[in-house]
């Protein structure tokens, strides 16, 4: 008895496939640049499209670096029972100047007596008799030299107190344009006292400005070492709590206000409560977002489009070439080696499209960037897989024309001329 | 139990015929009336048969059957001794690649590629070794007097040349049974002289041979002529072997 079997199936070799695919895509170049154009173009817009993103991005985050906090408080989160110290280390700024970031650094704070601080240009009565309008109530600030800096205080004339002044208790300070205006002092060429809680004090300085802290030019500053020396430490549970200033570059304040509390004291770092002013990052971060999901919504788009481009071309070439097909079918082709063939031939024109796309978009980004004098970001990872997206754009746009080619009955389609 | 593999040359039984058909019929969908019906044929291995029969008698069809594009709608189709019409079409068109080689009306050659592309093509799916198929089909170049335009492409051969092209590529395999659709009807006196002795050379060979043509000169050198197509709104294929 002889038992018949049907032994080796015809078989095609991943070699053979991508052998005949570029030997069909060489004989046929316009067909192959027509094919592919659609994957060049979906892919050069996808890169590009996500390159100016990231260069955009890195130009609204320097747009915005001229926003970004510069200043940092810290505060004790619970005030101290009664006055006894300040709670910060006597060489408190020259920590804090350690800090990488950090420009200046200071200590001050509102000088609460628990009555009303009268700040006059004469000494008033002791009783009885105050003239009324000769004192007015002004907010007096004591601090350290370090804090004039920490709060960029500008001076229209005069000069800020200094270590020595601090050093030696000297009774001066400085007037706020406010204050100084108020009390008629517009010129310190002679000497101008002030009485501040009937204690003379001497202007040295008018502050016209004060970036840091602008209620500075509505008040009258001491040294906090003559504060204390005259009125003894702050009173925190009247609200006289001290509070450090810090002022450091743009950018550098997230980091020192997560530094500083160490910094001021390893051991009570969380008994501070640290304070930064709203930053634009939230809006930057948004506006990149935005810009970002624009892009890649057009990036997705285009490639998409491309995609749709290369299985129209592949389908109408699969129906020209639907005899040849039909041949290869009909010398041992099962329909999964056409398949093959077609998935082969798109997915190269696809990695050939997404190669010289992914040119085209750096190209372009760098064009654009350089038109506009902008720094041009191209992230890595979106380009060097962009062929490969190519390639898997092209593998899929060949699946429904590789299904129709595998069904192509040979005898019904030898009976057409071979168009290749 | 002995194995024998059905995708190997077949050697030649004693009275085995190499193809039978019992009443086979192709009726194409969508059509009312069949292409080919009834028809009973049997080959024997080596012969040279010549189908006749006027244009639409079903000649192209009855290749298609016996060369596995077709299956046959209705009756029985044995190869050496296998039913083949039930088969999957995996092992239809590993009998097809393997067994059977094919020329067609048009020498249907791909124009831009070389001849030896061409040639190869045939083997392509057979035989895994590059090599191997370079030389099969280099030597069935030879055998069609062609070895020399190997290189050449296609587009550039004359039509008798061309046709010449396709029976080598139908024989690159070395196949068991030919199947030849009309290969002279578009070429001159000599040309298609060419190809008639080229087939005879070939059933000498070994090789069955199956010619659908009108070419008279085919019937005269073939063992045994059938018609097609004599029976009216059917088509049957009737002996008129010497």
Redesign the interface.
Known sequence: ?????????????AA?AIG?AC?VIL??PARALVTSLGTLLGVAWFVSALGLASTAGGQVTSAFAHRLPTHVWITPKRASPAPAAIPYPANLQQRLRALRGVIAAGVFWPLRLGRPVLVSALPQPATGNRQPGAGRQAPVIAASPGFLAAAAVQLSSGRPFSDWDQAHHVQVCLAGAVVASAMGITDLRRQRTIYVDDVPCVVIGIVSRASGRQSVLRSVVLPSATAIALWGAPDEQAGAMPTVLIRTRPGAADLVARQAPLVISQDRADQFAVRLPPGPGQLRDQVISTLTSLFYALGWISLAIGTVSIASVTWLSVRERS??FG?????????R?IVAHILCESAILGLTGGLAGASLGVAVIILLARARGWVPVIAPLTVLPAPLGGAAAGMLAGIIPAMFAARI???ES??R??A? | MATESLTQPISRPSAQPLIELRGAGVTYPGRKSPALSGIDLAVRHGELITLTGPPGSGKSTLLSVVGLLLRPTTGSYLLNGLEVTKLRDKDRTALRGRLIGRVFQRPQLLASRSVLDNVTLAVLYARPLRLERSNAAAAALERVGLAHRMHSLASELAAGEQQRVAIARAIAGNPSLLLCDDPTASLDQAAAAQVIRLLVDLQKGGTTVLVATRDQLAAAHSSRSLAVGLGGAGAFAEDFSP
């Open positions: 008895m002889i038992r018949r079997r049907i032994s080796q199936p015809t078989r095609l070799r053979d005949e030997t004989a046929r005899a040849e041949l290869r079918r009909a010398v041992g082709a099962r329909r080696h009955q040979p005898a030898l009976s001329s071979l290749i």
